[in-house]
């Protein structure tokens, strides 16, 4: 059984340091949503006709980080994970997904995310998002995942619920 460890933002701390506490607090917070549950549990739908469940979250989040970080901010040319047309509704759909091919890429796309934060000279780095023809800050970027997390956490608590009444946290 797989157990998430999750450490709180400080209190106090200068803004990059804050913003990277919040952003991998509410990482670690879908990740402890999906702690010991199967494969079918994860797949679980939240109500017809609705495709999202848990691992479709996952998905999808390895889809936002990617956009986000790598796509935007680092001007990667690369498609999404799971749809070469650039279609984000595909990644909800877990129908036969695992949590292992889901994690796997989260985890990838969260750790390259890490990595181009670490480098980037200061939060004023700026990238283009081509899907609304903008260009946003990094700091735009952290505040983004950190509201996306946050709002999709709410759905994992309600599909968590249930799936198995686990509520909280």
């Not at 970080?69 to 650039?86: C, M, Q, Y």
């Not at 609304?132 to 994992?156: F, K, P, Q, T």
Request: glycine letters at 6%; aromatic letters at 6%.
């Amino acid at each position: 059984m797989t157990t998430t460890a999750r450490t709180g933002p400080p209190l106090v701390g200068d803004e990059r340091t804050m913003l990277r506490a919040f952003l991998d607090y509410h990482r670690a917070t879908l990740a402890m949503k999906c702690d010991g549950l199967s494969d079918e549990d994860l797949r679980r739908r939240s109500m017809p006709p609705s495709t999202l469940s848990l691992l479709g979250l996952v998905r999808h989040m390895a889809e936002v980080e990617r956009a986000w970080f790598r796509r935007t901010i680092n001007a990667e040319d690369v498609p999404l994970v799971w749809s070469p047309d650039g279609d984000y509704q595909v990644a909800y759909d877990a129908t036969g997904a695992t949590r292992s091919e889901a994690f796997a890429a989260w985890r990838a796309e969260v750790e390259h995310a890490r990595r181009i934060e670490a480098s980037a000279a200061s939060l004023d780095v700026t990238g283009h998002n081509a899907r609304w023809n903008v260009d946003v800050s990094l700091r735009h970027v952290m505040l983004h995942l950190i509201h996306e997390y946050a709002r999709h956490n709410g759905h994992a608590d309600l599909l968590r619920e249930g799936v198995d009444g686990t509520v909280g946290a």
